[in-house]
């Protein structure tokens, strides 16, 4: 399997090219109260295309995140509707995407690389805290945006900050600013909160975006991108000053 890394990367890099694709055409088409939703969502999978391709460290672990998410979102439509087969070729490809760039051998593509770990002066323990946790961000950032950016009665000014917290405290995760924890908690407990309000967002006559699960969803993976850091801060917290 190691001759096809290269071949592995170019599939995944096509599928998340193409969902950002597909989302650019539903914003241009789609009516303008959820254009901002549908480019924040095209903008997502375009980082993940643009990432994989540059090769940066982290790519591998947040594209394998967005996969993930695409396939728990297709699971849900399915169990609500049955296996439409959009949901199922939405759901296939974004598994698609996962099990392409998991495994080893693409890891050594990304973050198997000794140059990043050594600059950031981490061992193997940390990488594997640092990537689980990047991956379970990338899982709730299509929530995030959909919470964030889909139509609503009367501004949210809340959803917004939610967005900028989940943008700022991934950027800091990745560049391995302590910082970035924080707003990632205030963005979970943001979306913990936001969870207990039914709102809906129509997309169209009879189909509409439970935000409130949107929301849900959001925090449980938000808060369990900051699990792994759980015990190193409370050793640290814990420590003689």
């Known amino acids: 399997m190691k001759r ?3 071949e592995r990367k170019a599939l995944a890099a096509a599928v998340l090219a193409f969902y950002g694709f597909l989302y650019i055409l ?9 254009r901002a939703a549908f480019l924040g969502l095209a903008g997502a999978y375009g980082l993940g295309f643009f990432s994989v391709v540059a090769g940066y460290f982290w790519a591998r672990w947040y594209a394998i995140g967005l996969g993930l998410s695409g396939v728990i979102v297709s699971t849900i439509a399915m169990w609500q509707v049955g296996p439409e087969p959009m ?7 974004h598994l698609s995407v996962t099990l392409l760039l998991w495994g080893d051998a693409v890891a050594g593509a990304f973050d198997g690389q000794l140059g990043w770990r050594e600059r950031f002066h981490l061992d193997e323990s940390a990488t594997h805290r ?5 991956i379970r961000v990338g899982v709730s ?33 990745v560049r391995m600013r302590t910082w970035g924890l924080l707003a990632l908690a205030g963005a979970a407990g943001l979306t913990a909160l936001a969870a207990t309000q039914h709102e809906v967002a129509a997309l169209s006559d009879g189909v509409g975006v439970n935000l ?25 917290l814990r420590a003689p000053r």
């Not at 969803?217 to 991108?225: E, I, N, V």
């Open 87 to 93: 949901l199922v070729f939405y759901g296939a490809t």
């Open 4 to 6: 096809l890394v290269g």
């Open 26 to 34: 539903n914003g241009l088409l789609a009516p303008d109260e959820w």
């Open 212 to 236: 409130a699960g949107c929301a849900a969803a959001a925090s449980l993976m938000l808060f369990a991108a900051l699990a792994p850091f759980a015990g190193p801060v409370a050793r640290w």
């Open 141 to 173: 950032l299509p929530f995030v945006l959909l919470y964030a950016l889909a139509p609503r009665e009367g501004a949210s000014l809340e959803a917004l900050v939610v967005l900028g917290l989940a943008g700022a405290g991934t950027w800091a995760l």
């Open 130 to 134: 640092l990537g689980r946790a990047v």
